[in-house]
């Protein structure tokens, strides 16, 4: 089971947002750069950074920030927030992105993901964010009326590499994460499966590690910056068996 700490970019900062909503946001004194610093240290190999500044313009607002955590830390991260063109995936494998998370882009436009699956193989990860059974999209803001399963099977041979479910109802709600729906997802997922929103206590990472075999990992966000998950003890998950 992997362990993904989260750290989402706003201005050059670490922000959190409730429910995607840029109006209810808390900003931490950390840089993304030092935060990245702090979860290396503690044995974490995984991170995944949403860039909030990318997902309100469609650019790689912050590529020198991600190149320099890869360049300084040597740490496996999966980026999203805004990726709407093959170039833009270009710019972050070219820096040592392991993982490119497309969202809304592939959702209204299943040919480009089609396409970025055979350009980078394995490069891609797909983010699917649901509210009450169906897709959101454009932040949140827009209901895209897809159920998430019939989505799914539509591009489920396309080849993307990760799944990353995110249920927008407990995103920052620090409420437990949906593991029954999460679950419907890994049943059918052709990839593994990554558990998003509303992680708030150790027991939630135990839980999530007698899941289903499909399940690759777990994203721990407010949780650790609100300090109700201590990072060493977070660390000591990563150690213990699945």
Same mark, same amino acid.
């Given at each position: 089971m992997k362990i993904f700490p989260a750290i989402d970019i706003k201005d050059k900062k670490c922000v959190r947002l409730v429910k995607g909503d840029f109006d209810n946001k808390t900003e931490y004194a950390m840089s993304p750069v030092e935060q990245a610093g702090k979860y290396k240290d503690h044995g974490f %190999?995984?991170?995944?950074?949403v860039d909030l500044d990318g997902a309100l313009t469609g650019e790689t607002v912050n590529l020198d920030i991600i190149q320099e955590i890869i360049n300084k830390f040597d740490i496996k991260i999966e980026i999203g927030g805004g990726v709407r063109n093959i170039e833009s995936i270009h710019k972050y494998i070219d820096v040592g992105v392991e993982k490119v998370i497309l969202g809304s882009a592939a959702i209204k436009d299943k040919n480009f993901l089609k396409e970025a699956c055979? %350009?980078?193989?394995?490069k891609i990860a797909l983010g699917l964010d649901a509210k009450d059974g169906y897709l959101s999209i454009s932040g949140w803001k827009e209901n895209s009326n897809q159920l998430i399963l019939n989505y799914l099977k539509d591009v489920n041979d396309f080849g993307v590499s990760?799944?990353?479910?995110?249920?927008?109802?407990?995103?920052g709600m620090k409420q437990s994460p949906n593991f029954d729906e999460t679950t419907k997802v890994a049943d059918i997922s052709n990839c593994p499966v990554i558990i998003s929103g509303g992680v708030s206590s150790i027991d939630d990472i135990k839980k999530a590690k007698e899941l289903n075999n499909n399940i690759e990992g777990i994203i721990v966000g407010k949780a650790i910056y609100d300090g109700d998950i201590k990072l060493d003890e977070l660390a000591k998950e990563l150690d213990a068996k699945k």
């Amino acid at each position: 089971m992997k362990i993904f700490p989260a750290i989402d970019i706003k201005d050059k900062k670490c922000v959190r947002l409730v429910k995607g909503d840029f109006d209810n946001k808390t900003e931490y004194a950390m840089s993304p750069v030092e935060q990245a610093g702090k979860y290396k240290d503690h044995g974490f %190999k995984n991170l995944h950074i949403v860039d909030l500044d990318g997902a309100l313009t469609g650019e790689t607002v912050n590529l020198d920030i991600i190149q320099e955590i890869i360049n300084k830390f040597d740490i496996k991260i999966e980026i999203g927030g805004g990726v709407r063109n093959i170039e833009s995936i270009h710019k972050y494998i070219d820096v040592g992105v392991e993982k490119v998370i497309l969202g809304s882009a592939a959702i209204k436009d299943k040919n480009f993901l089609k396409e970025a699956c055979q %350009k980078f193989p394995n490069k891609i990860a797909l983010g699917l964010d649901a509210k009450d059974g169906y897709l959101s999209i454009s932040g949140w803001k827009e209901n895209s009326n897809q159920l998430i399963l019939n989505y799914l099977k539509d591009v489920n041979d396309f080849g993307v590499s990760r799944l990353i479910y995110t249920d927008i109802n407990r995103d920052g709600m620090k409420q437990s994460p949906n593991f029954d729906e999460t679950t419907k997802v890994a049943d059918i997922s052709n990839c593994p499966v990554i558990i998003s929103g509303g992680v708030s206590s150790i027991d939630d990472i135990k839980k999530a590690k007698e899941l289903n075999n499909n399940i690759e990992g777990i994203i721990v966000g407010k949780a650790i910056y609100d300090g109700d998950i201590k990072l060493d003890e977070l660390a000591k998950e990563l150690d213990a068996k699945k």
